[in-house]
């Protein structure tokens, strides 16, 4: 039997994980190239980007959603293997989901009691009554009631559906939550009642979130570090009020300072970046940094050498050929 995990190895480790799509006989989609992080218990890992920039895919090759194409991922200081369904289901108690859609992810033809029910059958032997009972008190916990069980998805708000969706992550008891743009398809006000109870949730399970998003503003409040991706990959990484403090990376400082401010005379002294260009395909990517077309900075060697992840000291790590300079 192998040694128990020390309280110092994170729960969640990525390892160069790649997934690639094959697009064509020729033509090969890089969604996540060569992405390395850590998460450790009981904390919330922001992972930010634009839309395609291969978040939500690295989130779903972490919870086993889409097999990897290389790379590793290990949980408690072991590789993940999910090659039979026994190792599966013990993998899916302890790992779970929160998708972005609430209404495409949730069985329109399932009741709420058995939505939310349907892991605690699969991985308890509650009796008939003890199931009710649980699901009542996980509706309970996320703003439902008792009166929700009998409805089918349709009849709820977006809102009232993310809650659903949130009650069956929470139903197997699991350690690590990954939380994919949990938000993005809410109405803004509903977004702070979800954020706030994801907290409060964290707080009394004692959760660990991995949570995705692409609005700056609510990562900073979530989160206690941050990753940020471009084109697949990780430009850079670093606990939350130090990365927004003193972002390195040139895409970084561009998302910083799109970030709305509500004084109009601090958001009139802040300098916008505006980034030039577009976003090049990911399909076929050519030699060099993949943010080379669009940096203000880039040099020659940037265009030819791909950057590697760096240590800037105290956790701040940058992918950047020019980082050093500055």
Not at 117 to 131: N, Q, T, V
Not at 144 to 166: A, D, W
Not at 205 to 227: E, M, P
Request: aromatic share 6%; glycine share 8%; proline share 5%.
């Amino acid at each position: 039997m192998e040694k128990q995990a020390s309280q110092t190895t994170p729960l969640v480790q990525v390892k160069d994980l790649c997934k690639y799509f094959q697009i064509s006989r020729r033509d090969i989609l890089k969604a996540v190239d060569h992405v390395t992080f850590d998460i450790m218990r009981g904390e919330t890992v922001g992972l930010v980007g634009e839309s395609g920039c291969g978040k939500s895919t690295t989130g779903r090759c972490i919870t086993q959603l889409h097999p990897p194409t290389s790379g590793e991922v290990y949980y408690e200081g072991q590789l993940v293997d999910v090659s039979s369904r026994q190792k599966r289901l013990a993998f899916c108690k302890k790992v779970q989901m929160i998708f972005q859609n609430p209404y495409a992810s949730l069985n329109g033809r399932m009741t709420v009691k058995e939505i939310v029910g349907e892991g605690m059958r699969l991985h308890f032997s509650y009796s008939e009554k003890e199931l009710d009972e649980r699901v009542e008190e996980l509706l309970n916990r996320v703003g439902l009631s008792k009166e929700h069980m009998s409805r089918f998805p349709h009849e709820f708000s977006g809102g009232q559906r993310q809650r659903i969706g949130i009650a069956r992550a929470l139903s197997v008891s699991p350690e690590f939550v990954v939380c994919d743009e949990p938000i993005s398809a809410l109405d803004v006000s509903i977004q702070a009642q979800v954020i706030n109870m994801l907290k409060r949730l964290q707080r009394d399970f004692g959760l660990t979130y991995l949570f995705i998003a692409h609005d700056l503003s609510v990562i900073r409040y979530i989160s206690d570090r941050v990753v940020v991706m471009y084109l697949g990959s990780v430009v850079e990484t670093g606990e939350t009020e130090e990365l927004f403090a003193h972002p390195l990376h040139p895409y970084t400082q561009s998302l910083l300072s799109a970030i709305p401010v509500a004084d109009p005379d601090v958001a009139q002294a802040n300098q916008r970046i505006a980034l030039k260009g577009e976003i090049p395909s990911p399909i076929n990517l050519k030699p060099g940094c993949r943010f080379a077309d669009r940096c203000p900075r880039a040099q020659e060697r940037c265009r030819k050498e791909d950057p590697q992840l760096q240590d800037m000291g105290g956790g701040h790590w940058v992918s950047c050929h020019l980082a050093g300079e500055r």
